[in-house]
Nanobody, 124 residues
């Protein structure tokens, strides 16, 4: 079993940056691709970013490409999401996910473990 705990959320102004962290415990996640999803109020959960088990391949939603960067430190069992140039539309609960595969997939159907989420609020 893997437990994922997110941190780093908060309330910021448009244009600011935040760095989310997702720490895994219970067992190593170094064999799994990891990802971030978000859910805004009244909307479906959506894919944000994913990174392969080795960290050498990443994928992003078009809405965050060029602004967000996903990375991982397998020695620390932690994945990060650096969010720059934040916009009010980025306001959501951001959840970390560990996939059941090593490739950087984007579908929730392949998520094996979920974190509880951390709130990000961006005001204009």
């Amino acid at each position: 079993q893997v437990q994922l705990v997110e941190s780093g959320g908060g309330s910021v102004q448009a244009g600011d940056s935040l760095r989310l962290s997702c720490a895994a415990s219970g067992r190593t996640t170094s064999n799994y691709a990891m990802g971030w999803f978000r859910r805004a109020p009244g909307r479906e959960r959506e894919f944000v970013a994913t990174i392969s088990y080795s960290g050498d391949s990443t994928r992003y939603a078009d809405s965050v490409k060029g602004r967000f960067t996903i990375s991982r430190d397998n020695a620390k069992n932690t994945v990060y999401l650096q969010m720059n140039s934040l916009k009010p539309v980025d306001t959501a609960v951001y959840s970390c996910a560990a996939f059941s595969v090593g490739a950087p997939v984007t579908t929730t159907g392949l998520v094996k473990y979920w974190g509880q989420g951390t709130q990000v609020t961006v005001s204009s």
